[in-house]
């Protein structure tokens, strides 16, 4: 049961509690039907019954002194008891009150055994009452008086009624068959029904569940709008308020994530610029001693040579800091590549490219993003080794992908979770900012940046979205 899907479970519900309640009406029904039936079955019996035994009050009334015998009974109703019988279609036994046979009329022969001879103890009823005894489920027997004196006593007259339902009124059968066909159209309709609201329920739910996977932290997420206060609205509004809930923490992330990230910018910037003020400051103490020239001008080639890492720092800084605008164009990769990196071209860079690709870009923004992995790859192989830098370009039917391959080192293990953020470097001078830089240009431009390294070497790829003609 926990595999199944809300949507199933909802619609198996409801059918249970749909057959459940077609259950109890139908079993009230048949309840219903049954005792109405044997009701029936009774007035039936007791109307046959009055009839009888007024037609054999007829047969024996103004006959006093024949009748005042057994045998004048037998006399006079030997003839007409089977006549009475057959007419009202019932097995009819007269009785002495003392329980002696007077005479019967037996229709069917399975209620033989029924109208015995002789019964010990007749139970009849008081004067002018009416009893009726069940045999077998479908059998009545009814036990009366007839008020016709034998001397003093009155006559018992048992009548037997075999229930047929064969024999049920007309009226009840259209009935049971109309309750029937309403029944099967109820039925069908509130399973049509139950697959309609379950189908509804779980499409909202669905929409509700769509939506939670397009949530994310760093940009704006749609609300959802419901018109009814139910469950379904109290889960969409929970979901609005998460939504608000976490465009309000996004914001505060991030402001918590710039101020962090200013202040080890700035904490970097003030190591790397008081790194080479203490020996400039000895140099210059120096210098107010020298007496020596060629001494002063090694000393201010020196002073000189910090004073450049310095305003290399801040322009590094100053360009990570103030991004400009995108300026997105449709351009050949592949040409655009390969005019960046042929500045390079004397320093162990190779270029190679399956042809034209095109994708859209920021042409000035493209350029330093290849300046910055070139010179990160030339200033990774180490000084006992000839550069061999080689960048590609590919494609395939949703990317275009540039790599950007070294033969260095490769970039340790520790290091690696670490090599896209702002302030992180390999070399000894520098802000660590070009690859952070790179990263940010090219998912501006609706790209990925990805990465692979070896003790042999270490291949950049970037993956843009193609342009196909």
């Known amino acids: ?20 309640a077609f259950l109890l009406t139908g079993t ?16 039936r019996f007791e109307r046959k019954e009055r009839a009888i035994i007024s037609h054999i009050e007829y047969v024996i009334s103004g006959q006093d002194s024949v009748v005042g015998t057994v045998e004048g009974l037998r006399a006079v109703l030997g003839s007409r008891i089977k006549e009475i019988g057959s007419i009202h279609k019932l097995d009819i036994g007269i009785y002495h009150p003392q329980g002696e046979l007077i005479t019967k009329s037996i229709l ?88 309609i609201l379950s189908n509804y329920i779980s499409q909202n739910m669905k929409r509700v569940i769509e939506q939670l996977k397009k949530v994310r932290l760093n940009k704006s997420n749609e609300k959802l709008d419901w018109r009814f206060n139910d469950e379904i609205g109290e889960l969409i509004q929970q979901y609005n308020v998460m939504v608000d809930k976490l465009e309000q923490t996004a914001v505060e992330l991030a402001t918590t994530e710039r101020e962090s990230a200013w202040k080890e910018m700035a904490q970097q910037v003030a190591h790397e610029i008081k790194n080479p003020l203490t020996p400039m ?68 860079v190779s270029f190679s490219s399956s042809g034209p690709v095109y994708a859209k870009i920021d042409k000035e923004q493209w350029s330093r993003i ?30 275009v992908l540039i790599c950007v391959e070294d033969n260095g080192e490769g970039i340790p293990d520790y290091m690696q979770e670490r090599v896209f953020e702002p302030n992180f470097t390999t070399k000894n001078s520098g802000m660590g900012l070009g690859l952070a830089m790179v990263k940010n240009l090219i998912e501006n431009l609706g790209g990925s940046i990805r990465f692979n390294t070896s003790p042999k070497g270490t291949e950049f790829i970037i993956e843009l979205p193609i342009i196909i003609d």
């Open 108 to 195: 069917q022969n399975q209620n033989k055994g029924v109208l015995q001879s002789k019964v010990n103890s007749p139970k009849a009823p008081k004067h002018s009452g009416r009893k009726v005894s069940e045999y077998g489920g479908n059998l009545l027997v009814s036990t009366s008086v007839i008020i016709t004196p034998i001397g003093t006593e009155d006559l018992i007259i048992k009548t037997l009624y075999r229930v047929d339902n064969s024999t049920i009124p007309e009226g009840e059968i259209d009935f049971l068959k109309q309750l029937v066909y309403v029944y099967l159209f109820l039925l069908l309709l509130g399973i049509l029904l139950a697959f």
């Open 1 to 20: 049961m926990r595999f199944l899907t809300l949507r199933v479970r909802t619609f198996l519900f409801m059918l249970l509690n749909l057959l459940l």
């Open 370 to 399: 290849m300046h910055n992995l070139v010179k990160n790859a030339i200033q990774s192989v180490p000084d006992d080794r000839n550069a061999e830098i080689r960048v590609r370009v590919n494609s395939n039917n949703q990317y």
């Open 28 to 43: 009230f029904s048949l309840y219903h039907f049954k005792k109405e039936t044997k009701e029936y079955h009774n007035e």
């Open 281 to 348: 400051r000895l140099s210059l103490q120096m210098m107010e001693r020298e007496k020596d020239i060629s001494e002063v001008r090694d000393m201010a080639s020196n002073l000189l040579e910090e004073v450049e890492n310095l305003t290399n720092i801040a322009e590094a800084f100053s360009r990570f800091a103030q991004m400009p605008g995108l300026k997105l164009k449709r351009f050949d990769l592949s040409y655009q590549t390969n005019r960046a990196v042929a500045l390079y071209s004397d320093r162990g």
